[in-house]
């Protein structure tokens, strides 16, 4: 199982980028798969979870600017985020939990908010 982690990169203070994260192997519609960052001298934390049936958590935080969707054809999960400002600036990972518990770590895409 391998998950590709894409689409970051620079961006203006309230713009917006959509990041992708592909799994290949046949886990992917079985699997609940999270979105989580870092950030410059902080730790890991989880910015929301899509389940197998599509149910959606976010980070309290970031509700309603940042929205998580999935696409089973294509086993890949997306990370739409609105109106980003500076401290959104970190690196996003996913992370795959399969139905039997195994966990997946993508590599991570840096995100920077900055004019």
């Known amino acids: 199982v391998q998950l590709q982690v894409s689409g970051g990169g620079l961006v203006q203070p309230g713009g917006s980028l959509r990041l992708s994260c592909a799994v290949s192997?046949?886990?992917?519609?079985?699997?609940?798969v999270g979105w989580f960052r870092q950030g410059p001298g902080r730790q890991r934390e989880l910015v929301g979870v899509?389940?197998?049936?599509?149910?959606?958590t976010y980070a309290n935080s970031l509700k309603g600017r940042f929205t998580i969707s999935r696409d089973n054809a294509k086993s890949t999960v997306y990370l739409q985020m609105n109106s980003l400002q500076a401290e959104d600036t970190a690196v996003y990972y996913c992370r795959v939990i399969t139905w039997g518990g195994v966990v997946y770590w993508g590599q991570g895409t840096l995100v920077t908010v900055s004019s």
């Open positions: 899509i389940t197998r049936s599509g149910k959606t």
């Open positions: 192997g046949s886990i992917f519609s079985d699997s609940e």
